[in-house]
């Protein structure tokens, strides 16, 4: 009978231990939880976030960087165009460094957002790279560098946004693919979405190559805070302030479906398709921090 006991004993002690090593196994095991965006830098008055938007046609990232947290919001966004204008991206990249380097470099009552590719698909086609890219990797040859200005489905993203779209627009004399309707690419859609769900106070486009600052403009015409922000923009960098763009007809810009509703937008062309300008647009660009102050 004592052996019997016994052996009851040792078999619920076994089991016991079993269990209690099973349970730390366990709770050893659970993973940290992972952030949906990767923090770059924390201070006391900003925080900095890296985002995934989306993937362009081609199957490629479409990149946020936040910077700050204040109430107004401020986007801007390079390359929609892609390699043709590459130029407007390393500008974008940039100011992420800027940025980055010193998060005071943000004003308290600003959140700051750079996308500084919208085409993706149109960079890689120049530069070969995804992501960030040196001038070494930009191709001399131009029809390579025409052919960086449509993304993965051979659309001109700058003429597949809603206001005023047709299937075909202009680009210089040539007749460009807008897309099978107003939003069709997966890009425009996803600037789109961000812009409803983020209500920006303004946005500001980097293109290239007039030397002028551009306001947007619809079927309504021009917004007033529009013209206020392109004047504080060009004042400071010297750029030349244009309320048309007139070298040639042009329908479903990003910036003209901003002003479609009601969102202030400005097009800061720089002066050519190879430099940067970085103290002008750095002029610029404070203005509009102060201005938004």
Request: net charge neutral.
């Amino acid at each position: 009978m004592q052996s019997f006991f016994s052996k009851r004993l040792t078999l619920a002690i076994i089991i016991l231990a079993v269990f209690a090593v099973g349970l730390f196994l366990t709770f050893r095991a659970v993973p940290k939880a992972t952030p949906t965006s990767s923090p770059i830098t924390k201070s006391e008055n900003a925080t900095s976030t890296h985002s995934i938007l989306g993937q362009s046609a081609g199957g490629r990232n479409i990149e946020a960087y936040t910077y700050g947290n204040g109430k107004i919001k401020l986007l801007f966004v390079g390359g929609i165009h892609g390699g043709y204008e590459w130029n407007s991206v390393v500008l974008a990249y940039r100011f992420i460094d800027y940025f980055n380097a010193d998060s005071k470099n943000v004003p308290a009552n600003l959140t700051i957002i750079v996308i500084p590719t919208l085409n993706p698909d149109g960079v890689y086609k120049v530069t070969g790279k995804e992501g960030r890219f040196s001038v070494a990797d930009v191709s001399t040859n131009s029809a390579t560098l025409a052919s960086g200005r449509f993304n993965g489905d051979d659309v001109d993203l700058n003429r597949n946004f809603d206001c005023k779209w047709q299937p075909q627009s202009t680009w210089q004399s040539k007749t460009v693919s807008a897309g099978t309707s107003a939003f069709s690419e997966p890009e425009a859609k996803i600037l789109r979405d961000f812009i409803l769900k983020n209500s920006p106070f303004a946005v500001v486009f980097w293109h290239s190559q007039s030397g002028t600052v551009y306001a947007s403009q619809c079927q309504n015409g021009i917004l007033p805070e529009t013209i206020n922000i392109m004047n504080v923009y060009s004042k400071a960098s010297g750029y030349s302030p244009s309320t048309t763009f007139d070298a040639y007809s042009t329908t479903g810009g990003a910036d003209d479906w901003l002003a479609s509703i009601g969102v202030p937008a400005i097009t800061v062309e720089l002066k050519t398709h190879q430099t940067v300008e970085w103290e002008q647009n750095l002029s610029g660009i404070s203005a509009l921090f102060e201005y938004y102050k």
